[in-house]
């Protein structure tokens, strides 16, 4: 079945350093490839998206690029502020089966940014 | 436009005992999917719902079970309730379009402990 593996961490970093967090993911079919990220007592926000291969997602100074080639979808930024600080979901949606089938989610990362 | 309300916010149950949760979706979305949050396991899509019916399911016992209204309302049973039943249960509403990729819009979810 399709599964996504990532940092699960905690990752920690000072305020303005660069961020990756990794993640790859195995599927049988042509996934669509998500970030979510889920702030302290929140449910889950769509943080960036991309639906095919090559295809860059960005939003909020975040970015990932889905490659195929590696089965891979990292997130980056460039410079990470305090308010970053939450735990980040990648996810995959397969619906080369049809229908809208469930997100499947990576265990998340906890990302802790310090002044 | 209001986004995805969940009811209860916070639960307290004994084993044994059965639980009703309640998921409003935003409007005019179609499509209501259910996933159960938990330290060990992380995000597990239970099932999701379209036009009041049961589209898609995850892997999950017959003791989890769920049903839509006519206006797109969810509810997710869980009966005889065992103490791994604990986890944050979130619901996450989409359009469900015919055809391409479907953005699920997630609610702050419900805390549920089994004590």
């Known amino acids: 079945g399709d599964s996504v593996t990532q940092m699960e961490g905690p990752v920690t970093l000072s305020e303005e350093a660069f961020l990756t967090i990794n993640c790859t993911y195995t599927?049988?079919?042509?996934?669509?490839l998500f970030w979510y990220v889920q702030y302290p007592g929140e449910g889950l926000q769509l943080l960036l998206k991309?639906?095919?291969?090559?295809d860059k997602g960005s939003n909020k100074g975040f970015e990932a690029t889905y490659r195929k080639e590696t089965t891979s979808f990292h997130l980056e930024k460039g410079s990470v502020q305090v308010s970053d600080s939450a735990v980040y979901f990648c996810?995959?949606?397969?619906?080369?089966?049809?229908?809208?089938?469930?997100?499947?989610f990576g265990k998340g990362t906890h990302l802790i940014i310090q002044p | 436009k209001a986004g995805v309300t969940q009811t209860p916010r916070y639960l307290i149950k004994t084993r044994g005992q059965q639980v009703t949760l309640s998921c409003s979706p935003i409007s005019g979305h179609r499509s209501v999917s259910w996933y159960q949050q938990t330290p060990g396991q992380g995000l597990q899509f239970l099932f999701e719902?379209?036009?009041?019916?049961?589209?898609n399911k995850g892997n999950f016992p017959g003791r989890f079970s769920g049903r839509q209204f006519s206006n797109s309302r969810s509810e997710m049973n869980v009966s005889t309730l065992e103490l791994g039943d604990s986890a944050l249960y979130l619901c996450a509403s989409s359009l469900a379009r015919d055809v391409g990729w479907d953005e699920q819009y997630f609610g702050p979810g419900t805390r549920l402990t089994v004590t």
């Open positions: 996810a995959l949606s397969d619906r080369s089966g049809g229908g809208a089938d469930g997100l499947t």
């Open positions: 719902y379209f036009s009041e019916t049961q589209r």
């Open positions: 991309a639906t095919k291969a090559d």
């Open positions: 599927a049988t079919g042509y996934p669509s």
